[in-house]
């Protein structure tokens, strides 16, 4: 089960955190990643990071802007957002692949959270 949180409103320039814990697996089984679905939009990619390594993957929208991190002692992952636009509010997910790490398609990943809202006002 994944449980995310940390969404709010913020003003464009701002920044939030965003907290995704797991329970019921092994957590470094699994490579974790963040999705984001605005409104009319369909689900995309933000940001991925291996189970082990800590390797990280990003969307051109966000890189140098977000960074993904994980604490395998507290079963979590987070997604520090930082020089948030308007265009970044969106509902975002986090997920669980036990596949590619490299993985950006939805379908690719086996688990999800239920989402947290983040607003951007510009």
């Known amino acids: 089960q994944l449980q995310a949180s940390g969404g709010g409103w913020v003003q464009a320039g701002g920044s939030l955190r965003l907290s995704c814990a797991a329970s019921?697996?092994?957590?470094?089984?699994?490579?974790m990643a963040w999705f984001r679905q605005g409104p009319g939009t369909e689900r995309e990619f933000v940001a991925a990071i291996h189970r082990t390594v800590m390797s990280t993957n990003y969307a051109d929208s966000v890189k140098g802007r977000f960074t993904i991190s994980r604490d395998s002692a507290k079963n979590a992952v987070y997604l520090q957002m930082n020089s948030l636009k308007p265009e970044d509010t969106a509902l975002y997910y986090c997920?669980?692949?036990?596949?590619?790490?490299?993985?950006?398609?939805?379908?690719?990943?086996?688990?999800w959270g239920q989402g947290t809202l983040v607003t951007v006002s510009s």
């Open positions: 019921g697996r092994t957590f470094t089984s699994y490579h």
């Open positions: 997920a669980a692949s036990s596949r590619n790490w490299r993985a950006v398609r939805p379908v690719e990943y086996d688990y």
